[in-house]
Nanobody, 121 residues
C-alpha cells in the first residue's frame, strides 16, 4: 500500500548536476527518517545521505559539500541535489523512508525501485 517512486536520474557529464526526487504515496500516517543510498556495479549498497523529521542531516564523506538532501513533508517527498558530479558517483540510487501507516502502528522501512545516475568523464 505504501510506494516510494524515484525520479530525476539520467546521464550527465562530470561537473554537472542532477536533482533526484522520491515521493511516498499510499496509506501514510507519518514519516520520520528518509534517506538516499546508492549501489555501483560490483559494490555494496552504501548510504549517501539521510534526513530526519527534524531536518537533521547526515552525509557520506564522499559527497559532503557536493550533495544536499532536503524534504517536503507536505508532499511526503525527499530530494537529493547533486552538484559537481564525478564518474565515481555513477550508480543506481535508491531512496528509503521509515513510515508508520496508522497512529500507534509500528514503523517500517520502505524502499524505492531505484533510478540510474551515470556520470561520464
Amino acid at each position: 500500500q505504501v510506494q516510494l517512486v524515484e525520479s530525476g536520474g539520467g546521464l550527465v557529464q562530470a561537473g554537472g548536476s542532477l536533482r533526484l526526487s522520491c515521493a511516498a504515496s499510499g496509506s501514510i500516517f507519518n514519516i520520520n527518517r528518509m534517506g538516499w543510498y546508492r549501489q555501483a556495479p560490483g559494490k555494496q549498497r552504501e548510504l549517501v545521505a539521510r534526513i530526519t523529521s527534524g531536518d537533521n542531516t547526515y552525509y557520506a564523506d564522499s559527497v559532503k559539500g557536493r550533495f544536499t538532501i532536503s524534504r517536503d513533508n507536505a508532499k511526503n517527498t525527499v530530494y537529493l541535489q547533486m552538484n559537481s558530479l564525478k564518474p565515481e558517483d555513477t550508480a543506481v540510487y535508491y531512496c528509503n523512508a521509515n513510515i508508520a501507516v496508522t497512529a500507534g502502528s509500528a514503523w517500517y522501512l520502505y524502499w524505492g525501485q531505484g533510478t540510474q545516475v551515470t556520470v561520464s568523464s
